[in-house]
């Protein structure tokens, strides 16, 4: 089984703890930069940004079942607790 890849905020240097996961490294990046525009207000990857990401994604087994991707700004409050969230984007 191939091992998907991981990318948490934090390993960014944001004080956040999301996990963007992917079956591949553009997904996760895709994923990241979705979650970066939408909840820290980054608007786009600069170069560095972007080869500083792809330095820090890592292997691992992303348990899609579970996981919640947070992307829209209703969720942010919730996102920690995201499971027993009844917001649209958490359920």
Same mark, same amino acid.
């Given at each position: 089984?191939?091992?998907?890849?991981?990318?948490?905020?934090?390993?960014?240097?944001?004080?956040?703890?999301?996990?963007?996961?992917?079956?591949?490294?553009?997904?996760?990046?895709?994923?990241?930069?979705?979650?970066?525009?939408?909840?820290?207000?980054?608007?786009?990857?600069?170069?560095?940004?972007?080869?500083?990401?792809? %330095?820090?994604?890592?292997?691992?087994?992303?348990?899609?079942?579970?996981?919640?991707?947070?992307?829209?700004?209703?969720?942010?409050?919730?996102?920690?607790?995201?499971?027993?969230?009844?917001?649209?984007?958490? %359920?």
């Amino acid at each position: 089984m191939d091992k998907d890849k991981e990318l948490y905020c934090r390993d960014l240097g944001l004080d956040c703890d999301f996990l963007a996961c992917g079956k591949t490294e553009e997904e996760a990046l895709r994923k990241a930069g979705e979650h970066a525009q939408a909840i820290h207000g980054i608007q786009g990857f600069s170069q560095e940004l972007h080869d500083r990401a792809r %330095s820090v994604i890592r292997e691992g087994y992303c348990d899609y079942g579970d996981a919640e991707e947070m992307t829209s700004e209703e969720c942010s409050e919730c996102y920690e607790e995201c499971f027993e969230c009844s917001d649209e984007c958490c %359920s």
